[in-house]
């Protein structure tokens, strides 16, 4: 069949999938589905479909991002193996694809990780966060922008849970670098980069004092310290860098009163 009318077809299964919200939870259910839909995943070789209607192809694209919302399956094993088919199949639609589909497909992942939390599964927990991230990787040369809020949120999805150990702990610190590593790498790209790194600091807020490690943030307050010299002019972010050192301040003052008590 002509691509043009592959490209049809494929719409309308997805559509109907979508009607249906019938989960997809093994890999043999996948791939055949990935047969069905391949046109709309990685387009035609040699062609540049944005280009030619962006109104069509982010249709499509949306399309895509709601259909990975169907993968989930009660074993993690499958459900991590299912997540790494899609990856690969999506990444075969490069970049122009990916600023749609990654963000659709990281959401999907932080909500089942979020309700994995809810079982104390810190396994599971973990594997599913740990690939999250592999995930949001993806986007950090295209859109680092949404890399950075992507990371963000799963600081705050497990900022309070720190029952889940130095494995959890680890996951946030390097949110927390990554976050502060994209935006200063590319603070020239950006579009109000004083904005975004109001929004690291926010939502560092949720990790200080509960998630993170003592011994980390001293190195997170200097790092956060040269947002201030990055922006000098941004009143509202000096303010949120004294308001997050001022917390930093505390937890380790309650950490020592703590300590010499015990002693």
């Known amino acids: 069949l002509p691509n043009s009318i592959r490209g049809i077809l494929s719409k309308q299964s997805i559509l109907a999938m979508l009607k249906q919200?019938?989960?997809?939870?093994?890999d043999?259910?996948?791939?055949?589905?990935?047969?069905?839909?391949?046109?709309l995943i990685e387009g035609?070789?040699?062609k540049d479909e944005a280009a030619d209607d962006i109104y069509e192809f982010e249709e499509t694209q949306l399309l895509i991002g709601k259909f990975v919302h169907l993968i989930d399956c009660e074993s993690t094993e499958m459900y991590l193996k299912i997540l790494d088919m899609t990856k690969v199949a999506l990444e075969k639609?490069?970049?122009?694809?990916?600023?749609?589909?990654?963000p659709a497909l990281v959401n999907s992942i932080l909500n089942k990780g979020i309700k994995q939390l809810e079982t104390g599964d810190i396994p599971s927990v973990i594997s599913i966060f740990t690939f999250e991230?592999?995930?949001?990787?993806?986007?950090?040369?295209?859109?680092?922008?949404?890399a950075i809020k992507l990371y963000l949120n799963t600081i705050s999805a497990l900022a309070n849970?720190?029952?889940?150990?130095?494995?959890?702990?680890?996951?946030?610190?390097k949110c927390v670098g990554k976050s502060i590593e994209l935006l200063k790498s590319?603070?020239?790209?950006?579009?109000?980069?004083?904005?975004?790194?109001?929004?690291?600091?926010?939502?560092l807020y949720y990790a200080i004092g509960s998630i993170l490690p003592r011994d980390t943030l001293p190195s997170i307050c200097t790092q956060i310290e040269q947002f201030r010299e990055m922006f000098p002019k941004s009143k509202q972010l000096c303010i949120s860098v004294d308001l997050l050192k001022s917390i930093v301040s505390k937890v380790q003052q309650t950490f020592k009163q703590n300590y010499i008590q015990l002693l």
């Open 21 to 26: 919200a019938k989960q997809i939870t093994t």
């Open 28 to 39: 043999e259910q996948l791939a055949k589905i990935f047969r069905i839909i391949t046109p």
């Open 44 to 46: 035609e070789a040699g």
């Open 93 to 102: 639609g490069g970049p122009s694809r990916l600023k749609y589909t990654v």
């Open 133 to 146: 991230l592999i995930v949001i990787s993806l986007l950090e040369t295209i859109q680092p922008t949404a």
């Open 161 to 173: 849970f720190s029952k889940g150990g130095k494995e959890i702990q680890e996951i946030v610190e």
């Open 186 to 203: 590319n603070v020239s790209t950006i579009v109000d980069p004083a904005n975004v790194a109001i929004l690291c600091v926010g939502h």
